[in-house]
């Protein structure tokens, strides 16, 4: 039987940590798919399929491995694709709490259900999506932090922020910068507002 295994996360952005822990990955499992969690509730910074798009990109060297999005629970996108695990990355003690917290929660609503956990190279140990994304967005560099592809993608992200005078720009932002072009003052007032409330909210 074939060894079939899930990489959950948000991956908002994909950073060289979990690109360490595909390839360690895409060794002991003959198939992996990195799967994108698609949450309505979190206000990311890259939109699914911006997401989706750096991690097809990132991995396309990788013969056994595919990107997908799922929502929902994660154990039941696990059976949907016939996954027998799930593959998560411990960095530090802190990671640890939380990881078998949510590790125990899925075995409780899936048992045949295994979570690999992988530790990644000690040098990205420190290295979270989180912490890339308020680099970048306060213009520090992320050159060693991140593939060459996503610090282009943060760039980008950080000239359209800062040519509209905001200090974060979301991915959910493209569709205000379109209407903008069109009418740029009515497009204008009602996200300024919506912009605060998300940068106030956004957490990890
Ligand atoms: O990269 P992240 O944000 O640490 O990934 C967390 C993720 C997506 C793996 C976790 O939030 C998750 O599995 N969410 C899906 C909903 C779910 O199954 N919740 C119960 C988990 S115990």
């Keep these: 039987m074939k060894r079939k295994a899930i990489y959950p996360g948000s ?7 979990h690109l360490d822990l595909i390839e360690r990955g895409s060794k002991i499992f003959d198939e992996l798919i990195v799967a994108i969690l698609r ?5 990311p910074l890259f939109s699914v399929s911006e997401r989706r ?10 013969d056994n491995v595919s990107v997908d ?29 939380y990881e078998l917290q949510m590790a ?9 259900l295994e979570t690999v956990f992988m530790m990644p190279a000690a040098k990205y140990s420190y290295l979270s999506s989180r912490l890339v994304r308020e680099v970048a967005q306060l213009g520090g560099p992320v050159d060693c ?12 992200k950080m000239d359209v922020a800062n040519r509209f005078g905001d200090t974060y720009a979301g991915a959910h932002d493209s569709e205000a910068r379109a209407a903008e072009r069109v009418a740029p003052e009515r497009a204008r007032e009602p996200k300024t507002q919506e912009r605060k409330t998300k940068s106030r909210k956004r957490k990890s």
């Design 11 to 17: 991956f908002d952005p994909p950073t060289n940590g």
């Design 39 to 43: 949450n309505p509730e979190k206000d």
């Design 145 to 156: 932090l991140v593939p060459e592809l996503v610090v282009q993608k943060l760039r980008e």
């Design 53 to 62: 798009q750096m991690l097809e990109s990132m991995t396309g060297g990788f």
């Design 104 to 112: 125990l929660m899925n075995r409780k609503l899936q048992p045949g």
């Design 69 to 97: 999005t799922f929502h929902g629970l994660t154990v039941d996108y696990a059976l949907r694709v016939e996954a027998q695990a799930i593959l998560r990355g411990i960095r530090a003690i802190s990671d640890y709490e």
